[in-house]
């Protein structure tokens, strides 16, 4: 079967910094995604893996490991408006992305 | 570009209703999808096009959904008959070259459906 795996909450406080874990278990595999969404809003792209490594974009980062399925989002200068959710994806090849099942981060001050 | 443009926003119908979606996907992309969002399954790829041609519909959940893409500027979903189940938010996104090299998805503010 496919299945991503992420926790479901996390928690942490204002300026600190947070990782959300995925692993993730797929036919095919072309790359990981991130995205945010707020409540009551729609999913919207943070970034994109297709090899090994960590990719920096301004305050969030995301890495992968492919010979272990697992990535991960970092976030780092938290700040209240951080507080969403954020559901890793999985292009599988087949020009199809599954995604997970999301975790919910909620910044407190 | 004003983004993929959705409506309507809410809809409330009673069941065994006809229901339908529509989705302008944003200018100049390839691609298009029709995802569903509830609590206890998540975000689920019903079905996606590519220049106007459905590709992938194995995430319809039944024959009471189907969906068309008569040009590239216009999609529906429809729903027929409505049931209490189908109750969710669709979103329709659309991307510019397609998932296999990670192009991103845009996503529309979605349609809140609610079958009573």
């Known amino acids: 079967g496919q299945s991503l795996e992420q926790p479901s909450e996390v928690t942490a406080v204002e300026g600190a910094i947070v990782q959300i874990n995925c692993t993730y278990q797929?036919?095919?595999?072309?790359?990981l995604s991130w995205y945010q969404q707020h409540d009551g809003g729609a999913p919207t792209f943070l970034s994109y893996n297709a090899l090994d490594g960590l990719e920096e974009t301004g305050r969030f980062s995301s890495f992968l490991s492919r010979s272990d399925s697992y990535g991960y989002l970092l976030l780092q200068e938290l700040q209240m408006k951080d507080s969403a959710s954020y559901f890793c994806?999985?292009?599988?090849?087949?020009?199809?992305?599954?995604f997970g099942a999301g975790t919910r981060l909620f910044v407190k001050a | 570009d004003a983004g993929v443009i959705q409506s309507p926003r809410h809809e409330v119908t009673e069941m065994g209703q006809e229901v339908t979606l529509r989705c302008k996907p944003i200018?100049?992309?390839?691609?298009l999808f029709w995802y569903r969002q509830t609590m206890m399954r998540g975000l689920e790829l019903l079905i996606y096009?590519?220049?106007?041609?459905?590709?992938?519909d194995s995430g319809m959940p039944e024959d009471r959904f189907s969906a068309k893409m008569p040009n590239a500027s216009f999609s529906t979903l429809k729903i027929q008959p409505s049931e209490p189940r189908d109750s969710a938010v669709y979103f329709c996104?659309?991307?510019?070259?397609?998932?296999?090299?990670?192009?991103?998805?845009?996503f529309g503010p979605g349609t809140r459906l609610t079958v009573t």
């Open positions: 200018s100049g992309h390839d691609y």
């Open positions: 096009f590519n220049n106007n041609v459905p590709i992938d």
């Open positions: 996104a659309s991307s510019g070259q397609g998932l296999a090299i990670g192009d991103e998805q845009y």
């Open positions: 994806a999985v292009s599988d090849g087949g020009f199809k992305t599954i």
């Open positions: 797929t036919s095919g595999f072309y790359g």
